[in-house]
């Protein structure tokens, strides 16, 4: 089924409100007392409503399959969860909720109870809960039902945005942004400090674990010309294994770049960069942790990919329809087994030498370099895209109406995009 933006909108903004009464009902009741358990300040937890919008895009093709589409729900839901716990440690540096005394738990962060709670509330989602929110949104009146959900749009992003600078402390820098302080920047000033320590006392209450305090381990961060140099390095060399392995397994030599230009697999280096920036504090803890932690991962981190780029580009890229033990032909047991491998390798080994080499590169060579490198990886990066949809469109039929199209065909026509993508086939 294909979704318009405002369908999935509505689904994005109802569970996100759902998810909103979930967490604070269950808070509230534990507490004795009032809790706000959004990370944002109005009625919306927002990790449910994306959470939602994932398992309705990416499981749409489960829904006739209950087994997998409760285990789909569980393992997308799961990494949900993990990532978003992660990424709010990284902020502040501190655990925003522990689940280190419930049994099986993982890191803290996810606990199989909940995991399975995540693989039945997906599954009534995707099965029951979509259809009745659908419906109910055809029945309102077009213009005022688009009205209301850009407002909410609107004032939802405005809400993560001014939680995100309370917990950056973004409020102190204005003095220094407004120098004179005249009657409305003295205001602005005054009102941003007002809302700033509002949020703060709000999040220190729902999640007392976290205070807005001087933060640790700041070295651990990683900025944004070290994450694009692991983003560089990881497509180069996940492009050279990924071929070498063919070479080994199929004995032939096949492209296995996700670029028309150069030896890049966008989905390796997306990888190494996130799991870098997940897993990075997690480097000394024993080898099956983050074996673990890259087989779970890993898996649903393929899987998201396999969808996205077939629903994006009408391709199939990869199908493991043969192999035991796969899902969807989209990822398989063994495989995911191998990001476990690789993130063990990857963190206890590589990732050591090679940050010192990224130090290196950027010292010597200021950021000039990662400038042009960043150019050439956008213009290729776009220019693929192009290249993929034109390539799409040709297979069925439509011929090029525009003049972006017409250079498409040109220079990227069917025989030299097969050598590109041997493996695509039309969904």
């Avoid at 489960?62 to 990424?87: H, N, Q």
């Avoid at 509330?121 to 055809?138: E, H, M, P, S, V």
């Avoid at 504090?281 to 673990?292: A, C, G, M, T, V």
Wanted: aromatic fraction near 18%; charged fraction near 15%.
């Amino acid at each position: 089924m294909n979704y318009t933006f405002y369908q999935l909108a509505s689904l994005f903004l109802v569970y996100s409100f759902l998810g909103w009464i979930i967490e604070t009902g269950i808070a509230t009741w534990k507490g004795k007392k009032y809790r706000n358990r959004g990370f944002a300040s109005g009625p919306f937890c927002f990790i449910y409503g994306l959470s939602g919008l994932l398992l309705t895009v990416f499981l749409n093709d489960l829904i006739d399959r209950p087994v997998f589409l409760f285990l789909g729900s569980m393992i997308i839901a799961t990494t949900m969860e993990w990532i978003t716990g992660k990424s709010l440690e990284r902020m502040k540096q501190k655990k925003w909720w522990d689940y280190s005394q419930k049994k099986w738990n993982f890191d803290g962060y996810i606990c199989l109870q909940y995991s399975f709670l995540w693989g039945i509330l997906g599954f009534i989602a995707l099965r029951y809960t979509n259809n009745l929110i659908l419906n109910f949104y055809k029945l309102l009146p077009s213009f005022p039902a688009k009205l209301v959900i850009w407002i909410f749009m609107f004032i939802s992003f405005a809400d993560i945005l001014s939680s995100i600078m309370a917990i950056y402390h973004m409020e102190t820098r204005l003095p220094a942004l407004l120098k004179r302080n005249h009657g409305l920047q003295q205001w602005i000033i005054q009102f941003s400090t007002r809302i700033a320590t509002n949020i703060e006392h709000r999040i220190v209450k729902a999640y007392p674990a976290v205070s807005f305090g001087k933060e640790s381990n700041v070295k651990d961060k990683c900025n944004f010309f070290q994450l694009f140099w692991l983003f560089f390095i990881g497509a180069f060399l996940g492009d050279i294994i990924e071929t070498i392995f063919c070479r080994i397994t199929a004995g032939i030599w096949m492209s296995r770049s996700s670029l028309v230009w150069g030896p890049f697999s966008i989905v390796w280096g997306l990888a190494i960069a996130l799991f870098t920036v997940l897993l990075y504090k997690d480097r000394n803890k024993p080898d099956s942790h983050i074996f673990l932690m890259g087989t779970f991962l890993g898996g649903a981190y393929e899987y998201i990919c396999s969808i996205f780029t077939e629903i994006v580009f009408g391709k199939v890229f990869w199908d493991y329809s043969k192999i035991p033990f796969n899902l969807s032909g989209r990822i398989n047991l063994l495989f995911c087994f191998f990001w476990g491998i690789a993130a063990v390798v990857w963190l206890k080994l590589l990732y050591p030498k090679l940050a010192k080499f990224i130090e290196l590169i950027l010292r010597k060579s200021g950021k000039w370099l990662t400038l042009l490198l960043i150019f050439f990886m956008i213009t290729n990066i776009i220019v693929s895209i192009l290249a993929l949809v034109r390539y799409d469109s040709r297979t069925k039929g439509i011929p090029a109406a525009h003049r972006w199209e017409q250079v498409m065909d040109t220079y990227f026509y069917d025989e030299k995009m097969e050598l590109i993508y041997p493996n695509a086939k039309p969904r």
